[in-house]
């Protein structure tokens, strides 16, 4: 047997044993990935061409056990182009550059299109003021790394960059946000050590950003990261609000927070607490509040595509429910000409303006949509609350949206 076929032979038992596709699909790929008769460069092969077909879990699942010949030249067409897969793609790609799907339809199988990769209900329910087929494009390409600086002399971590080799570029649009190739072992350097930089996708560093906070207008501004998790915008906040400023973090998970502690302190951030539980001295006591509302996570698809494969519209109407129940509980958090944010890392209607516009519907008396300070080129959207859809690969971001609403100066004593 050639190396080529034991590597189909193999990738192919692999992907068997890695189903069904759930959301704990990463941490089985790692464990399959541990087994010791794999050195570094066949996990790479195998992570590479697992991760291809759970994106392809749609149009490979059909595919009857004979087919392996066609499973694999599938693989080869669409998998990533690099030392680890040149022997398999050499093996079982079609010798002209055809198209990922073309194996399939050589087979008598119709060729796929991004929308047939997608679940069959996305395109009624995709939100970002772009077609449906461009944004399930973006959510099927393989994702850059994106890093946002928090240092204000960054000299150091260029200069330990370059003595890497590390390529790095910034965004135009927004100078702490600097991207390097997916592969970069950023944590490992010691610039990450030392707090000068986190991981943190552009799309996410976004949501924040379009805001238009600015410290000099209110230096010593209080804010709630409401559902805080590990805390990555939690960090950015207090980068962006100054030292004089307060931000106070919560989350329902403690492991979380003392992660998120452990970050602060390595960023050297004094400025950030976190509070386990909320009391009621904590009514009206925040100049802003974002509600980073858990999701579908269906704007991190390229990041995850295990999500993909396993997201139901079932999962859609929970996510929705449970957003809307986080934004009707924190309004009293807000003091009056305060802000509160409305945040997910997902695309659809459902769980963005929809949840939104309820919002909006529940607490006219009080509340009013704040526009955007920047929109970062993103395409606006047509109707309902004035919110962001930052559209995934505009910027080679990940999918997000973000909602502001400001609660009226005059308003009844909470």
């Known amino acids: 047997m050639s190396v080529a076929r034991n590597q189909a032979r193999i ?28 050195g570094s460069r066949d ?29 694999a030249a599938h693989l080869a067409l669409a998998c990533a182009e690099n030392r680890d897969t040149a022997l398999f793609r050499e093996a079982f790609a079609a010798a002209s550059s055809a198209a990922p799907c073309e194996a399939l339809a050589k087979e008598g199988h119709t060729a796929p299109s991004a929308l047939d990769l997608v679940p069959e209900w996305f395109a009624t329910e ?39 080799n590390w390529t790095s570029a910034p965004h135009p649009a927004l100078p702490d946000a600097w991207r390097l190739p997916a592969e970069t072992p950023v944590t490992s ?29 209110a230096p010593a501004a209080r804010w709630l990261d409401a559902c805080a998790g590990a805390g990555g915008k939690t ?11 307060q931000v106070d973090a919560t989350d329902i998970r403690p492991a979380a927070l003392n992660e998120l502690r452990a970050r602060a302190t390595r960023a050297g951030l004094r400025n950030i607490r976190t509070v386990p539980q909320l009391a009621p001295s904590h009514f009206g006591s925040y100049d802003g509040v974002l509600v980073d509302a858990p999701c579908t996570g269906s704007g991190t698809w390229r990041r995850s595509p295990h999500l993909m494969a396993c997201t139901t519209f079932a999962d859609l109407d929970a996510a929705a429910a449970l957003q809307g129940q986080l934004l009707a509980d924190f ?45 970062f080129g993103f395409p606006p959207l047509a109707d309902g609350p004035a ?4 559209t995934p690969g505009l910027h080679d971001n990940d999918g997000f949206y973000v909602a502001a609403f400001r609660r009226r100066p005059a308003t009844t004593p909470l």
Do not use: K, M
Request: contains cysteine; glycine residues 4%; hydrophobic residues 50%.
């Open 11 to 38: 990738a192919r038992d692999l992907w068997r044993r890695l189903q069904p596709l759930a959301r704990g699909t990463p941490a089985v790929l790692q464990s399959l990935l541990a087994d010791r008769r794999f």
């Open 43 to 71: 996990r790479r092969l195998y992570r590479e061409l697992l991760v291809t077909a759970i994106r392809h879990a749609r149009v490979l699942a059909p595919l009857a056990d004979a087919e392996d010949e066609t499973w």
């Open 126 to 164: 995709v939100d970002t003021g772009q077609p449906a087929a461009s944004v399930a494009s973006a959510l099927l390409t393989r994702a850059p790394l994106w890093v946002r600086l928090q240092t204000s002399d960054p000299s150091r971590v260029f200069a330990e960059w370059a003595a890497l």
């Open 189 to 217: 350097s010691l610039a990450y050590e030392a707090g000068h930089y986190e991981v943190q996708d552009l799309g996410s560093q976004l949501i924040l950003a379009s805001l238009g906070l600015d410290p000099a207008t």
């Open 235 to 245: 960090l950015q906040l207090a980068r962006l609000l100054g030292p004089a400023a």
């Open 331 to 375: 309004p009293r958090y807000v003091r009056p000409g305060g802000l509160l944010v409305d945040a997910t890392c997902s695309v659809f209607r459902r769980e963005n303006r929809a949840v939104a516009a309820a919002f909006l519907a529940a607490h006219a008396a009080d509340f009013d949509a704040e526009p955007p300070a920047c929109d």
């Open 387 to 390: 919110g962001l859809a930052i």
